[in-house]
């Protein structure tokens, strides 16, 4: 009995010891570098529980403007300090004397340090590259003068390319078949989620120091730097952002007290995004999210600048008479209008001052030649479908370079198309009409190149490195039909007579350096503050009018009837952009 007895417990041990071996393996030679689901890299966090380390490059790629200047990322020339300094004699007073600081900064700095630290911390001391050959050729063990990359403060464009954090469970969604890391970095919204896949690190660069449980040295004061063996990453995203005017339009957006919108700056040419601005600005509070939306790429009521849908379909129907009369004294619903009377206008004089009774009218009117013709010549005008670049890159046959975008709507349902009181609504882009602020502009890059309608770029490549390119964005055509060269050319005509009637609604812009072509709009949201409603106002147009090079929208959301017209920040962005290509032009 006891001999059975002890062959089990022989057996339970080897089969234990077995077990023990196994796992043993598993941890030191299958799965060093991917261990559990959670992706960890054994090796790795061997090293860090034995050595202090500072990051100098966490190996994410970033974002350059279209100039090849960063947008996200600073490369500082700092000094870093180890701790074991101060348990040792060094030559503080010569690395001061270099930078031209005391002993007790430097010193003080490292006293309580448990890590390797920057010096001057969150704003750091930047040294020039005589002071950083000069310190490193004194070789002192734990001192460094170093080149180091710091996120830029104050971010550019911020909802546009977006934010980054750690979300283990997405990282498994979006790449189930890649062994990375559980505290890898993501995009989570704007570029930095739709160019995710190229922007992941490689590895680190880092200083690595090692040290015993005390935090002594192991090896001495020896320091090695540690970086990934790919010289090709990590890759930049060169966007078609001008850094110099997204600064000023930032500027002018905040000037003009834009709490919530922004502009968008298109590039017509290219048909790319020269500067995009979003209002609110990004809240480190948690509990206020609305500013990681971007919403210049959100549905906004849109007002009277559906108009220039109603007046093309209008055109190609033959409502566009100026023989015909309209009562601009009077609302849609035929009561006087207490605030405008501007009497009897013609076709192009009421859309030069916006006459909601006219564009109500002829809404009715092709709604009985047609109940989706408002529909069609919105989506021929790229209203309600998205304008982002879309195509095929690599193995992906749908990538979006604004993966955010909202698509725009006219109507919700079929009965609302058919009543005559909704149709009069959607003619002045209220009701149901709903369109992103990227999309007018691009509405309006279009009618400014003739009816060529264009996908919208905010990148233009990515780059490796070195600076050579690993993808080319190539302009390309939005699908579907568009306006003709034809009704293209009479709505110029049309948005240019909004500037010059001396009653139009853009009479104010006749005086700036470029002749502007444009159309407001001023939108009932249905939301109240108190006992006042409150609403969108809205200027979208392009310029130079005979030669036009940029497509401009700005929008203030949710402001009272008698505050916040963005005409001043339309006007004075115009002038940036004047100036802006002056200075280049000598």
């Not at 055509?477 to 709505?491: C, H, V, W």
Request: overall charge negative; some cysteine; aromatic content about 8%.
């Amino acid at each position: 009995m006891w001999r059975k007895r002890a062959i089990f417990i022989g057996v339970f041990f080897i089969c234990m010891l077995v077990v023990l071996l196994a796992r043993l393996v598993q941890i030191q030679l299958v799965e060093t570098e991917h261990f559990t689901k959670h992706n960890i890299n054994l090796v790795e966090a061997s090293v860090k529980q034995r050595s202090q380390e500072m990051v100098l490059d966490n190996g994410r790629g970033g974002f350059l403007d279209r100039n090849g200047e960063s947008l996200t990322q600073q490369t500082k020339t700092v000094l870093i300090l180890f701790p074991f300094l101060k348990n040792m004699e060094w030559d503080s007073r010569k690395i001061a004397d270099i930078i031209g600081t005391t002993e007790y900064t430097l010193t003080k700095t490292i006293a309580e340090a448990k890590e390797p630290v920057v010096l001057g911390g969150s704003k750091p001391v930047e040294l020039s590259a005589k002071q950083m050959t000069d310190i490193n050729n004194l070789k002192i063990p734990g001192v460094f003068a170093v080149n180091k990359k710091f996120r830029v403060q104050n971010e550019l464009a911020e909802q546009l390319l977006g934010i980054t954090g750690q979300n283990e469970a997405e990282l498994e969604i979006r790449y189930p078949d890649k062994k990375l890391s559980y505290d890898t970095l993501i995009g989570l919204t704007g570029l930095e989620k739709s160019f995710d896949e190229f922007l992941l690190p490689d590895g680190e660069s880092k200083l690595v120091y090692h040290v015993d449980a005390t935090g002594g040295p192991l090896f001495g004061t020896n320091v090695k730097y540690v970086e990934p063996g790919n010289p090709f990453y990590p890759v930049n995203i060169k966007t078609t952002i001008d850094k110099e005017l997204q600064e000023v339009a930032e500027e002018l957006v905040d000037k003009h007290n834009i709490k919530k919108g922004g502009l968008v700056l298109l590039d017509i040419e290219t048909n790319s995004v020269a500067a995009m601005v979003s209002r609110p600005i990004i809240d480190k509070n948690p509990y206020e999210t609305d500013g990681i939306n971007n919403f210049m790429l959100k549905q906004q009521i849109v007002g009277s600048v559906f108009k220039t849908v109603v007046a093309a379909a209008a055109i190609d129907n033959k409502l566009n008479n100026d023989d015909a009369i309209y009562n601009c004294s009077q609302k849609i619903n035929g009561d006087p209008d207490p605030v405008y009377q501007h009497g009897m206008l013609n076709f192009t004089n009421s859309f030069a001052v916006s006459c909601n009774n006219t564009f109500a009218t002829i809404a009715k009117e092709l709604k009985d030649i047609d109940k989706n013709i408002l529909e069609d010549y919105a989506k021929k005008l790229s209203l309600t479908t998205t304008t982002g670049w879309e195509g095929t890159i690599f193995h992906s046959s749908d990538f979006k370079q604004i993966q955010d975008e909202e698509k725009g709507r006219v109507f919700l349902s079929e009965d609302a198309k058919k009543d005559k009181n909704y149709v009069a609504l959607t003619g002045i882009g209220q009701n149901e009409v709903r369109v992103t602020p990227i999309a007018v502009a691009n509405m309006m890059a279009t009618i400014a190149r003739g009816g060529e309608k264009q996908a919208v770029r905010v990148a233009s490549e990515i780059e490796y490195k070195n600076g050579s390119t690993l993808v080319k964005f190539d302009q390309k055509k939005l699908d579907g039909e568009t306006i003709s060269p034809y009704t293209a050319q009479e709505l110029q005509k049309l948005l240019r007579e909004v500037v010059e009637n001396k009653e139009g609604t853009g009479r104010w812009f006749q005086d700036l350096p470029y002749e502007v072509a444009g159309k407001s709009g001023t939108a009932e949201t249905g939301i109240y503050k108190g006992e006042e409603q409150l609403h969108n106002k809205w200027f979208a147009g392009y310029f130079p009018y005979d030669k036009p090079k940029y497509a401009l929208v700005a929008v203030n959301l949710e402001v009272f009837a008698d505050e916040g017209g963005v005409n001043p920040l339309f006007a004075d962005m115009v002038k940036a952009v004047y100036d802006h290509e002056e200075s280049h032009a000598q």
